[in-house]
């Protein structure tokens, strides 16, 4: 039997004791409001390789998980804020792409459907017009209002909102419209990629997932994920470029050890990705050190800035894990969970038809497909389902950002700020 059976076989038997683990956590810890995690799923290993804070991608979730997450944002809300009765949603800055905005009108609805009266406001001094409309699929438009700070309070023209939903990760700087209000934010403002770095969240995941692994009886190596910070990155400078080859080098040494004890049967490569930062910028595969020494004019261009322009320096180098997931088109694809409170609501295959195994499949290209629950699987046993070590590790992602976000705060949160 492969690990990643065993693994889900484990899970139903140590339900019990998995679920007051669980709950101990998310006692403990500030776990965020919602997130999304990608999921790499081979033979011999799954585990995280991106946990947003701020996701997008609602627009891509069948109606059932839609349905399951107005439950979960309800039950959260309520419970939390029970005084609550309108949201205003805070999405990125001045973006065009309609397929963002259509994220934007879902997400909405799914509140709508709860109950809660939803606006979208801007959080930008570009942002000129009290209102303005944003263009999604098929001809829909989303009316976006201006945030203005009014005392401690923020406000639009259209009303002054209960709670503030943060649908923008601000990767440059913190926001201090959003700072020192009396109204909750959630997301916390100070955690956006200004903040955050992947480095820290994989340092709790690793250790979390650990934890995991005791109660399962498992080799803990199966559900994490080996990362390593490299600091002070230019990959412009050969001395540089020497560093981190040589940081690759002892890595992909190290991994082939471990998979020979294990019995895997390929070698090891690695993912380098700038610290900060999502959207699939800032990210090379390397299957030796002298592609990091060498790296061409476009490779170096790459690795010089993530979103929004901002300079990459500190690295992460990270494990590699080949997909074992292909659908009928022969398209490599990863799962995309999304949780609220750490509860998982749905999610999706991510898939690139221009992408192998080994590739970030998040990039120009990707497609999606939906997945289904257990319970979906009497009609159809070909669907791609969500199994039970998706939602567990998700949900660990999910707790280790929890214990990113204390971290973060403890440190004085944001450093810098914009308007």
Not at 73 to 84: A, E, L
Not at 255 to 267: A, P, T, V, W
Not at 333 to 345: D, F, K, S
Request: one cysteine or more.
């Amino acid at each position: 039997m492969k690990p990643i059976d065993i693994l889900n076989e484990r899970i139903s038997e140590k339900n019990e004791e998995l679920e007051s683990w669980v709950t101990e956590q998310t006692e403990k810890v500030l776990v965020p409001l919602y997130t999304s995690v990608d999921l790499r799923v081979s033979d011999y290993k799954i585990a995280p390789v991106d946990t947003n804070v701020f996701p997008a991608g609602f627009n891509n979730l069948s109606q059932k998980f839609r349905d399951r997450a107005s439950e979960l944002f309800k039950g959260y809300i309520m419970r939390k804020y029970p005084k609550v009765k309108s949201i205003l949603i805070i999405p990125e800055i001045n973006t065009r792409n309609q397929y963002y905005w259509e994220n934007i009108l879902v997400l909405k609805s799914i509140l709508e459907k709860v109950n809660y009266k939803v606006q979208v406001g801007m959080v930008s001094d570009d942002f000129y017009h009290d209102e303005m409309s944003f263009k999604a699929l098929d001809g829909k438009e989303v009316l976006v209002y201006k945030v203005i700070k009014d005392g401690h309070r923020v406000v639009t023209t259209a009303g002054d909102p209960d709670l503030i939903l943060i649908n923008n990760d601000f990767s440059d700087k913190c926001p201090k419209t959003l700072r020192d209000i009396i109204q909750p934010v959630e997301p916390p403002v100070e955690i956006g990629w200004h903040t955050r770095q992947k480095s820290i969240h994989f340092k709790f995941y690793n250790k979390l997932a650990g934890e995991v692994a005791s109660i399962l009886d498992i080799n803990p190596a199966i559900i994490s994920i080996k990362t390593v910070h490299e600091e002070g990155v230019n990959f412009d400078s050969p001395e540089d470029r020497e560093r981190a080859a040589a940081r690759v080098e002892s890595i992909l040494d190290e991994l082939s050890e471990e998979y020979k004890k294990r019995g895997i049967d390929y070698d090891p490569y690695l993912f380098l990705k700038s610290d900060s930062g999502t959207y699939g910028m800032a990210v090379m595969n390397v299957a030796d050190a002298e592609s990091v020494r060498a790296l061409n004019s476009e490779g170096r261009k790459r690795m010089r800035v993530s979103k929004g322009g901002k300079p990459v320096r500190d690295i992460v180098i990270q494990e590699g894990i080949p997909t074992s997931l292909k659908l009928s088109s022969g398209a490599s694809a990863e799962p995309v969970i999304y949780l609220v409170e750490a509860q998982a609501a749905g999610g999706f295959l991510r898939l690139n038809q221009s992408k192998n195994t080994l590739e970030n499949l998040n990039t120009r290209g990707m497609e999606f497909s939906d997945m289904y629950s257990t319970e979906d699987l009497s009609n159809n046993n070909n669907r791609a389902v969500i199994t039970p070590a998706y939602e567990l590790l998700a949900c660990v992602a999910s707790i280790a950002t929890g214990y990113e976000i204390e971290k973060i705060l403890k440190e004085g949160g944001c450093q810098e700020e914009v308007p």
